[in-house]
């Protein structure tokens, strides 16, 4: 979320009744920021689990494969050694860097793929210029309503905040209009 | 639930009434108490004596590395028949001590353990610096460190490919995987963490500073959304990396035919022995600066005595290996284990070392039994150095009394380190100890979110 509204509320709990209650509003594009995850908030918002494993699950295999080609390549098919007798394609040779490189790409694109589904790094973001948001980090549970909400009308949604129990609510915008 | 007036009574009438954080703070105070140390602008003495003696042994490791690359390894110790030594009792050593860092971080992760929560970031950056002070001896050890990416394959003009059939390019793969993983998954811990430095810093050139590690993390739904499941998923690819990592180290002796080296009982064998270090180690870090930090509220005795437990229970696993590498040597009928096991190693060049190990790894850890040596931290802190010895004098043990004893007498040969050989072991001790004091001091080395997500977590089920 870059513009929006954004209510500020003391405890997870009052975070998470707030994102039930703007649902029931009808609001739709919420966003929440809390200090660490807060249990339930993600359904309370109607998001769905992350799809995080999918995408790095085929990097997975393929880090495996081609570990394993490269092996055989080598060792068993461009240049065969005679190393103890052992022979040229030995699978269970092969099978420790296979395991190892599986693990090193599925770590690797876990990181890409977090970075990339949520937009980091991004070191400046207009909601830190709310007042009293640097506290979302430590203390205070923020929910915002995105402008991109069809439903959303600024006073209106300041008004269900505040209904909501909100302690404060802010504005945050992308560009330093209002 | 507030500190009980007599702890030791009330938790001799159940062991699991210690509390995992005593008192309950509000979550700013909690953050203030767990980001300070960051913020403090004078070092405590002893922080300052312990830095000072690091970045000495630190000198020793330059000056180590410097002469064995301007000279070459002629300068160590090993020498046929003992060509393996110090490089490799080190590298075994320090990477099994990484061990019980991503087991903490990872496995107790997944088994929901909540006592991992105060003590995993410090343990998983145990596990970071042990596995560069390890990577620094098979490096070394090359003889022509520079020409490592040999180990790499890569379409090179002298047309040759590495040998996959060997154990060492297997090290190479585990140890870079399990550096880097463990750097990651370290990092990822780190960044709700370097989000409150940022929002807290007191000056702008540290706001800057930690924004910039922060990458920006406000932990947004979104971000905490897939943030979950990906520290999950870390923890997942850990996991096994904890078990394969000493796997491949050990395969490095298990599949040769060295006596006292070719068996089948060396994987677990090094895992369990990985583990019991690590978990030495790691209450040898954490027992001085839980007395230096004043954190005992976060890291109670509860957590003192499960890595005690941790302790025995892997001790005990060693144990077991010792017994069945003696019943297999006997049972195997080979004279070479025979005189490896019950005449060499016990009583020829170095048994000093061996009964070294057997005092330090199997009599010392049956204190642990008593809950009085699991909750005192004192004593605690001198069984993890004596286990430390313990284990440093099994690798020692295994590695250099197997390969001066062989199968031809003729052949036969003994090992002294060399003052090299000593400069490296107390140089990396040195640079590993510098590395952890400065993650002290620049670094939250509780994860605040995680232990404000546990204080909450037990206040709404009313354990606190």
């Known amino acids: 979320m870059r513009t929006g509204v954004l209510g500020e509320f003391e405890t997870p709990e ?23 995850p807060v249990h339930g908030a993600e359904e309370a918002a109607g998001m769905s689990r992350s799809p995080l494993p999918w995408i790095v699950f085929p990097f997975a295999l393929a880090g495996a494969g081609v570990a394993y080609l490269i092996q055989w390549y080598c060792n068993a098919y461009d240049y065969p050694l005679n190393v103890g007798g052992r022979p040229p394609h030995s699978a269970p040779a092969f099978i420790p860097i296979t395991f190892e490189m599986c693990v090193l790409a599925a770590a690797i694109t876990g990181i890409v793929a977090y970075l990339a589904l949520t937009g980091l790094p991004e070191l400046w973001s207009p909601v830190f210029e709310v007042p009293g948001f640097e506290r979302a980090s430590i203390d205070r549970f923020w929910v915002g309503v995105d402008v991109r909400d069809p439903r959303f009308e600024r006073g209106a949604v300041e008004r269900a905040l505040a209904e909501l129990g909100a302690s404060r609510t802010g504005w945050a915008a992308a560009r330093q209009t209002s | 639930m507030s500190e009980p007036r007599h702890p030791a009574r009330a938790s001799a009438e159940d062991p699991l009434s210690e509390p995992l954080l005593i008192g309950k703070k509000t979550d700013a105070e909690l953050a203030e108490q767990l980001l300070s140390p960051v913020w403090t602008p004078r070092s405590s003495l002893g922080w300052r004596v312990a830095f000072g003696l690091s970045a000495l042994a630190t000198a020793l490791l330059i000056y180590g590395v410097t002469v064995t690359l301007t000279e070459g390894i002629g300068l160590w110790g090993n020498n046929i028949p003992v060509g393996w030594a110090f490089g490799i009792i080190n590298f075994v050593w320090w990477i099994g001590i990484g061990h019980a860092g991503t087991f903490i971080s990872a496995i107790l992760l997944l088994l929901e353990q909540q006592w991992r929560t105060s003590i995993n970031r410090f343990t998983e950056a145990m596990t970071l610096f042990a596995v560069i002070q390890a990577g620094l001896f098979p490096l070394l050890h090359l003889g022509r460190p520079w020409f490592f990416y040999w180990l790499i394959p890569y379409p090179a003009t002298m047309q040759a490919w590495p040998n996959f059939r060997s154990a060492l390019p297997w090290d190479a793969a585990a140890v870079f995987t399990y550096f880097t993983v463990s750097f990651l998954f370290w990092y990822l811990g780190l960044l709700p963490d370097f989000a409150k430095l940022r929002d807290v810093a007191p000056d702008r050139a540290r706001r800057i500073a930690y924004g910039i590690f922060a990458l920006g993390f406000r932990g947004s739904l979104e971000q905490n959304r897939h943030y979950r499941v990906l520290y999950g998923l870390l923890a997942g690819l850990a996991t096994p990396l904890v078990v394969s990592v000493h796997s491949i180290v050990s395969s490095d002796f298990a599949i040769t035919l060295v006596p006292g080296w070719h068996s089948t009982i060396f994987p677990p064998f090094f895992v369990a022995g990985a583990i019991f270090s690590g978990f030495a180690m790691v209450v040898t870090l954490l027992v001085p600066v839980r007395r230096i930090f004043g954190l005992s509220n976060v890291i109670t005795r509860r957590h003192l005595d499960n890595l005690a437990k941790m302790m025995l229970v892997t001790a005990w696993i060693v144990i077991y290996s010792y017994i069945i590498e003696d019943f297999i040597a006997w049972y195997s009928g080979s004279p070479y284990e025979k005189y490896q096991f019950f005449i060499a190693r016990p009583f020829d060049a170095g048994s ?12 010392v850890p049956q204190l642990l039994w008593w809950r009085w040596v699991r909750t005192n931290p004192i004593v605690l802190f001198v069984i993890s150095i004596l286990v430390n010895v313990g284990m440093w004098s099994e690798r020692f043990v295994i590695i250099v009394m197997s390969l001066q004893r062989d199968y031809l007498p003729s052949q036969w040969g003994d090992y002294t380190p060399t003052r090299v050989d000593l400069s490296l072991f107390v140089g990396t001790m040195g640079l590993f100890m510098l590395l952890f004091l400065a993650f002290l001091r620049l670094f ?16 709404t089920r009313k354990e606190l």
């Open chain 1, 14 to 36: 009052a975070m998470v009744a707030a994102l039930v209650g703007l649902r029931r509003r009808g609001y739709r594009r919420l966003d929440a920021f809390s200090p660490y």
């Open chain 2, 352 to 363: 000093r070392v061996f009964w070294a190990q057997q005092i330090c790894n199997i009599l």
């Open chain 2, 444 to 459: 939250p080395f509780i994860p605040v979110a995680e232990v404000a997500e546990l204080q909450h977590e037990l206040a």
